[in-house]
């Protein structure tokens, strides 16, 4: 259990520092090119233009930073503060203070969220605008001298400490076994954490001074990986070897370095592969020379290039670097591949990669199998999920009412996957279950969405089996109309059961809060909570727009005692693996007698104006309303 949320801090603390930096990544870039094109040694050295190169990375880049930092903890107000709170740090030091925005802004935006916490309530009105905005700047100027005074000396001590050591590790040749640490790293995604937070500001200071940065070749190398992919192009199986030629070309061209990590977690030993591909290309770049004089992100091949000083040795030594990486760590991957079995399939590792990266991976859809085109004559479309309770729920309401705006002879229904029926023809799930339906209905067409409330698939599809139906199935509609006139739907949802303006701190504790309401309605027993904890950790419950369901497994559905449902307001929101959730609806299903009410909730929520509507009223009633108006 130790190991367990040692695990989580780590995955959590990586994916924090990595959020504060990756919705700046245009600002880097920028930064890159006006120092690549014009400083003395750029591409067409500009005096004037030069001017904007020391500004920005001192000024902007670490502002932005900690602007983000303090946004992604207290919102808008949040990042105002440790902007401000930022600004003590940029002031205190001469050299650029990423490290330090990365303490401020968070921190900035921490101190105003609790003020804010402890005077909710407390104010009169006509008095609101007054304290925001008198709280925001007496707190953010008491950040800002404080961070002058003790947080800029002691990150500019830390910083001072990390530059004497790597100059040590360069005059000792030692600067190879960085990658001893750093490709294990990127498969723990702590490659933003490393790049951006220590390799980059020590980086730039070395930009400013020497006019380019061995260390910003470190982490961005593209070589072990392209190795890799290429090893399994020739020696993998199966999907891996299929899929491997593409996931190289996103990898190499794109820049997107974790698309190779599935294919290190199927056989783990090619992360010796990657380490020392690493380390031989570093080896290259200090022997020849090489370095960038801008941050190099994403890291791509092409990034690396446009990053290169304007010299024949800079590009020979850095492509050089690159070469030697991708060689070895090819010769050793195939060593590898050729003397062992793959333990696992792609699928498999690609689930194991977004588990470990603790929230939904960007890439992990292109590994799932390829479909054909959709089948001709679709009879019988099946949304399924785990427990076929919720999310499946939700989806099928609103296809259902696509199917029949377009007046399609379509069956539209849900279930959980271990039910789905044989005779499906296309099968829609959450992208992370996708495989567990292949595996059930191998023939059927599968398609995966991220959202189940606001999908383009959904219309995509739609489009497609408009040439080969005409008329809505009669059975279809009847079933609906009867599931719309049972009673036993009368009085799910109550006011007892709404609750407005709720802080979280976490996802498990909102789930948990959901549940406690359940358990005490009397719709649950009490191992339902956990089935909902259980549930959430198979697949996430967020359903897009804004929305989680929270609801117990499939196994859990014999401790539902009768259906009912919970609404919590989130006004702030609550992380969901990485999705900010505002609404939640707890729900506990029986018999069927709650799809009624989640139909309407679902057509609801797939117009965020509804959304924007029921995270700010004022009362459970009115919240009650706006979905009961459809």
Known sequence: MAQSNIKVAVQKFGNFLSSMVMPNIGAFIAWGLITALFIPTGFFPNESLAKLVDPMVKYLLPLLIGY?????????????VGAIATMGVIVGSDIPMFLGAMIMGPLGGYIIKKFDQFIEGKVKTGFEMLINNFSAGILGGILAILAFLGVSPAVDGFTGALVVGVDWMVAHGLLPLTSILIEPAKILFL????????LSPIGAEQIRTNGQSILLLLETNPGPGLGILLAYCFFGKGTAKQSAPGAAIIHFIGGIHEIYFPYVLMRPLLIIAAILGGMSGVFTFVLLGGGLQAVASPGSI????????????????NISGVLVAAIVSFIVGSLILKTG???EDL???ARKMQEMKGKKSSVAGSFTKQQGEVPASVQKIVFACDAGMGSSAMGASLLRKKVKQADLNISVTNT??????SDAQIVITQEELTPRAQNKVPDAYHISVDNFLSSPEYDKLIDQLKNDHTTFKAEEEKRVSAENNTDSNDGLLKEENVFLNQHFSSKEEAIRFAGSVLVKGGYVEENYVEAMIERDNMTSTYMGNDVAIPHGTEEAKKNVLRSGFTVIQVPEGVDFDG?????????????????????GIAITCSDMDNIEKMVHAKSAKELMAIIQSN
Do not use: C, M
């Open 68 to 80: 983000t930092g303090g946004k992604l903890v207290h919102d808008q107000r949040g990042g105002v």
């Open 191 to 198: 490659n933003n954490a490393i790049n951006h937070g220590i």
């Open 579 to 599: 999705e900010k959730v505002r609404l939640i609806f707890g729900i506990a299903g029986k018999d069927g007698t709650h799809l009624e009410i989640l139909s």
């Open 302 to 317: 092409l990034a690396i290039l446009a990053a290169t000083p304007g010299n024949a040795g800079s590009y020979v030594a």
């Open 341 to 343: 079995k793959q333990t």
């Open 347 to 349: 699928d498999e590792a």
């Open 416 to 421: 959980a996957i271990s039910n789905i029926p």
